[in-house]
């Protein structure tokens, strides 16, 4: 389907409306106009480096360093937050679509990219690319634009709305998923002008999205992952008849991606205590037992392309993706378990440079860990238990 670009007028604008608590059953484990961000960068930081947790009931905006409540914004339901891309804002899921969050100027703007059931948030490449599940429409901006209102978008529609998510590459091709409400059996590759190169449809229950070293996407499945790599997608199988992997988290100096595993088709709630390795190169797969449940999130790395996982043993594990071995276990709090529902609230491993950032809402606690010395460097108590956590 050839690119539509959307005016700025054909956006929507809105007043501030709840996100309901509607939506987090629906998703699957995603005032004035704020000035332009010059003006913002000059007369309205009030954090430099900002990070975002949401609680029951609204949203903190903490300052990384000193791990200090910045600002405390009400917002009613279940929130999902993702960051933006442009080192300032970040994304508010809400019942009718992205709501932008002036995180390093602790403010709530009004501004919205209307999306029916919002969504996969992919930042890569210098753009910023949203999925609506209840249209299927893939929406792209340019994250620097975010500031005086929203930006100039790019969109391109799936032939069917489901849960699902894309990603633009650097040459201007266009990976997404396949799928509708029943089944999602794969990916296809579009080119610049939006004509199909490739598809696979050997992926079922196709879930989640990472890049690797060269700009490798891996995309999981119910059998293993796809990757698609230099104009051609290879199939890795997973060694179970059902080795489903869901959620990734790639580095752009490791060719090497880091994912769940999950065998149990029929579990309510399956607590894998295995995760996955992907070598984008050869198609290879590993897996490493960590001897410890883990959650979707729990994953991320570290500034050199480190694995990191974190344990219900309540540590941060830290693999070595080249060897499949666990070089590090950081112990950060007291064991706990992962609720049945997934919008509970569980710990969260999020990583900015050489710090991981780890939530315990048992304790309404947010832990600041050194990846390299492996020491805990900082803890802040919370007024209500984080749930999900991410920077600008």
Known sequence: MPRTVLPRTVLRKRAALPAMVALGLALTACGQD????????????????????????????????????????????FNRINAAGNGRHVLISTATGFRVMDAAGARLTDDEFAAPKPGHV??????????????????????????????????????????????????????????????????????????????????????????????????????????????????????????????????????IVLGDYKTDPDAELERPERVSLIDSRTGGLKLVDLGTSYTFRSLGRGPHGEALVLGTDGAVHVIDPATAKVTKKIKVMGEWREPIEWQQARPALYVRDHTAYVTEPATRKLHAVDIETGKVKGTAQLPQAPNELTGA
């Open 34 to 77: 704020a000035p332009g961000p010059a003006a913002q960068e000059d007369n309205e930081v009030k954090v430099k480096a900002p990070l975002v947790a949401t609680y029951d009931g609204g949203l903190y905006v903490l300052d990384s360093q000193t791990l200090k409540v910045v600002e405390t914004i009400p917002l009613p339901g």
């Open 122 to 255: 992919v930042n890569h490449a210098g753009k910023t690319v949203l999925f609506s599940d209840g249209t299927g429409k893939v929406t792209f901006f340019d994250p620097r634009d975010l500031g005086t209102g929203l930006p100039e978008t790019v969109t391109h529609t799936t032939e069917h709305a489901h849960h699902g998510v894309a990603i633009e590459l650097s040459n201007g091709e266009l990976v997404l998923t396949l799928g509708d409400e029943e089944k999602r059996p794969g990916i296809q590759v579009l080119g610049k002008d939006r004509k199909e190169i490739t598809r696979n449809e050997d992926c079922p229950g196709v879930h989640g999205e990472a890049t690797a070293q060269g700009e490798a996407v891996i995309i999981g499945c119910e059998t293993g992952a796809l990757v698609y790599r230099n104009g051609a997608i290879t199939k890795v199988k997973a060694p179970d008849p059902y080795g489903r992997i869901g959620n990734q988290a790639g580095h752009e100096e490791s060719p």
